[in-house]
T-cell receptor, first 115, second 115 residues
Framework: SQELEQSPQSLIVQEGKNLTINCTSS?????LYWYKQKYGEGLIFLMM?????EEKSHEKITAKLDEKKQQSSLHITASQPSHAGIYLC???????????????FGQGTTLQVKP | DGGITQSPKYLFRKEGQNVTLSCEQN?????MYWYRQDPGQGLRLIYY???????QKGDIAEGYSVSREKKESFPLTVTSAQKNPTAFYLC??????????????FGPGTRLTVT
């Protein structure tokens, strides 16, 4: 079965430092999603990647999908306390060649940013 | 504003009682989903529905039931048969299509505690 593994599980950085979170799949990814979650709240959609080698940015957050479409990274530049939270990657579960709409998720990476 | 609402935010029940969690969306999305999140874990799919009056089991459907009588509503019932019901429950919705993957939008969640 398809699985998503995130690393690291948790991260503590000093404000202003850069950081990277990785998401690795056991199978080729059809669509890869990055979400952010504040503890006890819903998920906020950040970005979706679909094509091999694709890279997207939003403010100081950049997400990339490798050429083989099995690994994605989320990079935060000059981290701020507002970046703190749980980052989750999600991917479409494929049934044959069609998108089912069902997502599987990594276990999440908890980020703390120290002022 | 368009979005997804879940109520209540916190719910407490005695063991052996059924409880229904509400999820409403005004995004005009065809698909709706229920996920469960446990501490330190990613989200796991309970049930999903891609059209009114139809729904499918997800990965952990045992002990849960749903209905989809209206496009905007997808209530989840946690029955007494669910062995570990205490968790954070998240509802999501998305459009349905066959060409591209589509991101899911999440509600704020309901934290259920069963004692």
């Amino acid at each position: 079965s398809q699985e998503l593994e995130q690393s690291p599980q948790s991260l503590i950085v000093q404000e202003g430092k850069n950081l990277t979170i990785n998401c690795t799949s056991s199978k080729t990814l059809y669509g890869l999603y990055w979400y952010k979650q504040k503890y006890g709240e819903g998920l906020i959609f950040l970005m979706m990647l679909q094509k091999g080698g694709e890279e997207k940015s939003h403010e100081k957050i950049t997400a990339k999908l490798d050429e083989k479409k099995q690994q994605s990274s989320l990079h935060i530049t000059a981290s701020q306390p507002s970046h703190a939270g749980i980052y989750l990657c999600g991917a479409d579960k494929l049934a044959g060649s069609s998108n089912t709409g069902k997502l599987i998720f990594g276990q999440g990476t908890t980020l703390q940013v120290k002022p | 504003d368009g979005g997804i609402t879940q109520s209540p935010k916190y719910l407490f029940r005695k063991e052996g009682q059924n409880v229904t969690l509400s999820c409403e969306q005004n995004l005009n999305h065809d698909a709706m989903y229920w996920y469960r999140q446990d501490p330190g874990q990613g989200l796991r799919l309970i049930y999903y529905s891609q059209i009114v009056n139809d729904f499918q089991k997800g990965d952990i459907a045992e002990g849960y039931s749903v209905s989809r009588e209206k496009k905007e509503s997808f209530p989840l019932t946690v029955t007494s048969a669910q062995k570990n019901p205490t968790a954070f429950y998240l509802c999501a919705s998305s459009i349905v299509g066959f060409r591209s993957p589509y991101e899911q939008y999440f509600g704020p969640g309901t934290r259920l505690t069963v004692t």
